[in-house]
T-cell receptor, first 111, second 114 residues
Framework: GQNIDQPTEMTATEGAIVQINCTYQ??????LFWYQQHAGEAPTFLSY????GLEEKGRFSSFLSRSKGYSYLLLKELQMKDSASYLC????????????FGAGTRLAVHP | GAVVSQHPSRVICKSGTSVKIECRSL??????MFWYRQFPKKSLMLMAT?????????EQGVEKDKFLINHASLTLSTLTVTSAHPEDSSFYIC??????????FGPGTRLLVL
C-alpha cells in the first residue's frame, strides 16, 4: 500500500526553529512536496524535492533522502503567522503526477 | 503567476439539488486538473483527475455518477455534485498543473447541504 506519515500536532515558540518530519512508502517516487494550509484555505506551495539533499528557500528548508523514504521541513525564525497545517505529499507512479497526501501536521506557534 | 480560482467560494443548498463548482486556471493552461475533498482537520482526499477533452479518472470509492466532472477547456474544469445530500457537505478544492510536477490549488469551495 501507500503510506505517508507525519506527526499530527506540534507546538513551538515564536523565533524558534521547528522541524516537521515525513516518512513515506509509495509505489514509485517522482518527487515530494510540502504545502502550507491555513484553516479554511487552500494549500499553498512551499517546496519540491526530487533529488536527495537540502533545498533552502528563505526561512523554509526542505530535505529529502530517497533511500530512507524520509523528508523534513525546517522552519526558522518562527512567526505567529506560521501557525498552520503542513502537508507532505508524494508523487507516486500512478501517472498524471497525482499527489498522495499525508494527514498533515498542525503547527501552533506561541509567543 | 500560477493562479487558480474557484467559484463559488461558499454554497448552501437543499438536499436533492445539484451544485456546480468551477475551477479555472487564470494565467496558464492546465493540462490536468484535480479535484479533492477535505473534511475538518483531515488531509486532502483525491476524488478524480481531469484532463481536457477526455473523461475524468475517478479514485476508488468515488461515485462518478454523483460527482460529474467536465474539463471543457485548458483553463476550466467543473465538478457537479448531483442530488446532493448532507453527507456531501465538505470543502472541495481543485488544483491545476501544466504537466510539470507542481500543482497549484484553488481557494476551495465550502459546500453545505441542508
Amino acid at each position: 500500500g501507500q503510506n505517508i506519515d507525519q506527526p499530527t500536532e506540534m507546538t513551538a515558540t515564536e523565533g524558534a526553529i521547528v522541524q516537521i518530519n515525513c516518512t513515506y512508502q509509495t509505489s514509485g517516487f517522482n518527487g515530494l512536496f510540502w504545502y502550507q494550509q491555513h484553516a479554511g484555505e487552500a494549500p499553498t506551495f512551499l517546496s519540491y524535492n526530487v533529488l536527495d539533499g537540502l533545498e533552502e528557500k528563505g526561512r523554509f528548508s526542505s530535505f529529502l533522502s530517497r533511500s530512507k523514504g524520509y523528508s523534513y521541513l525546517l522552519l526558522k525564525e518562527l512567526q505567529m503567522k506560521d501557525s498552520a497545517s503542513y502537508l507532505c505529499a508524494v508523487i507516486g507512479s500512478g501517472g498524471y503526477n497525482k499527489l498522495i497526501f499525508g494527514a498533515g501536521t498542525r503547527l501552533a506557534v506561541h509567543p | 503567476g500560477a493562479v487558480v480560482s474557484q467559484h463559488p467560494s461558499r454554497v448552501i443548498c437543499k438536499s436533492g439539488t445539484s451544485v456546480k463548482i468551477e475551477c479555472r486556471s487564470l494565467d496558464f493552461q492546465a493540462t490536468t486538473m484535480f479535484w479533492y475533498r477535505q473534511f475538518p482537520k483531515k488531509s486532502l482526499m483525491l476524488m478524480a483527475t481531469s484532463n481536457e477533452g477526455s473523461k475524468a479518472t475517478y479514485e476508488q470509492g468515488v461515485e462518478k455518477d454523483k460527482f460529474l466532472i467536465n474539463h471543457a477547456s485548458l483553463t476550466l474544469s467543473t465538478l457537479t455534485v448531483t442530488s446532493a445530500h448532507p453527507e456531501d457537505s465538505s470543502f472541495y478544492i481543485c488544483s491545476a498543473t501544466t504537466g510539470i510536477e507542481t500543482q497549484y490549488f484553488g481557494p476551495g469551495t465550502r459546500l453545505l447541504v441542508l
